[in-house]
T-cell receptor
Framework: AQSVTQPDIHITVSEGASLELRCNYS??????LFWYVQSPGQGLQLLLK??????LVQGIKGFEAEFKRSQSSFNLRKPSVHWSDAAEYFC???????????FGAGTRLFVKA | GAVVSQHPSWVICKSGTSVKIECRSL??????MFWYRQFPKQSLMLMAT?????????EQGVEKDKFLINHASLTLSTLTVTSAHPEDSSFYIC???????????FGQGTRLTVV
């Protein structure tokens, strides 16, 4: 069964510092990969997605993610974090073509001044 | 991207009553819809998958008689929480996809509080 692992439950970063959130997946083939952000009490917002092609994916709000097949990883990065980036971040995976999306446990990002 | 709308955004109901949550795809035909539940400070857990005109497929541990899912049209799926109890209080989120898109589109979620 496919699964998604986000090893960090929470991360604290200073405003202006760089950020990397880790995500590993377990699936035989290359799945479709996503990063979502959720502010408290809100729905999900898609940051970026990877289906195929260039392994470095650019998203909204200055985020990017890199797919590394050899490491089964899809880590999210941002060069300079803003206080408004504080939220919960979810990595997700699906097989595409109508299959269900499975979410990781999430990583809570705290941004300190 | 495509738009998925959930209604209501929040609802409070008395214990023992039933609550219906609607999920609509506004600008595409959703052949498949998914329902998730999210408890506070936890991840989204898939409850069930529904295909238009077919019975929903429930994930292990989800009571199909308690969480009734209807996907009668290509633009509407409903989740009915029957005989709701306080432990059913949660954030419920739907997503929808069609045969063309490679991703599912999510609704804004419904906060259910059972008192």
């Amino acid at each position: 069964a496919q699964s998604v692992t986000q090893p960090d439950i929470h991360i604290t970063v200073s405003e202006g510092a760089s950020l990397e959130l880790r995500c590993n997946y377990s699936y035989g083939a290359t799945p479709y990969l996503f990063w979502y952000v959720q502010s408290p009490g809100q729905g999900l917002q898609l940051l970026l997605k990877y289906f195929s092609g260039d392994t470095l994916v650019q998203g909204i709000k200055g985020f990017e993610a890199e797919f590394k097949r050899s490491q089964s990883s899809f880590n999210l990065r941002k060069p300079s974090v803003h206080w408004s980036d504080a939220a919960e971040y979810f990595c997700a995976v699906d097989k595409g073509g109508g299959f269900k999306t499975i979410f990781g446990a999430g990583t809570r990002l705290f941004v300190k001044a | 991207g495509a738009v998925v709308s959930q209604h209501p955004s929040w609802v409070i109901c008395k214990s023992g009553t039933s609550v219906k949550i609607e999920c609509r795809s506004l600008d595409f035909q959703a052949t498949t819809m998914f329902w998730y539940r999210q408890f506070p400070k936890q991840s989204l857990m898939l409850m069930a998958t529904s295909n238009e005109g077919s019975k929903a497929t429930y994930e292990q541990g989800v009571e199909k008689d308690k969480f009734l899912i209807n996907h009668a049209s290509l633009t509407l799926s409903t989740l009915t929480v029957t005989s709701a109890h306080p432990e059913d209080s949660s954030f419920y989120i739907c997503s929808a996809r069609d045969n063309m898109n490679t991703e599912a589109f999510f609704g804004q979620g419904t906060r259910l509080t059972v008192v």
